[in-house]
Nanobody, 121 residues
Framework: QVQLQESGGGTVQPGGSLRLSCAASGSFFSVNSMGWYRRAPGEQRDLVARMASDGNILTGGPVKGRVNISRDDAKNTMYLEMNNLKPEDTGVYLC???????????????WGQGTQVTVSS
């Protein structure tokens, strides 16, 4: 099973930047996709960005043009760079991975515990 550990959250002023990391560990065969969702206070989770195993990227509407998702396969780590941050970007950023434990099985989705991002002056 995959374990995920996020890092890189914090407080930043409007217009600032942050880079979040999500390190995957544990036993798994392959990863279909990894990415990030944001959960703002009192709201449901919203997609920030996700990357499939073939490198295809899907970005959520509110952050289009302001985020870059990348991965380092050697480190089993995914990164989310966010630029020109706005107060409405505030929330808990949750990393997920959809992965196979063994060849041909139905993949599971695992979530990290999240890292808080606060955009405030």
């Amino acid at each position: 099973q995959v374990q995920l550990q996020e890092s890189g959250g914090g407080t930043v002023q409007p217009g600032g930047s942050l880079r979040l990391s999500c390190a995957a560990s544990g036993s798994f065969f392959s990863v279909n996709s990894m990415g990030w969702y944001r959960r703002a206070p009192g709201e449901q989770r919203d997609l920030v960005a996700r990357m499939a195993s073939d490198g295809n990227i899907l970005t959520g509407g509110p952050v289009k043009g302001r985020v870059n998702i990348s991965r380092d396969d050697a480190k089993n780590t995914m990164y989310l760079e966010m630029n020109n941050l706005k107060p409405e970007d505030t929330g808990v950023y949750l990393c997920f991975a959809n992965a196979h434990r063994s060849p041909g099985d139905i993949p599971d989705t695992t979530w990290g515990q999240g890292t808080q991002v606060t955009v405030s002056s």
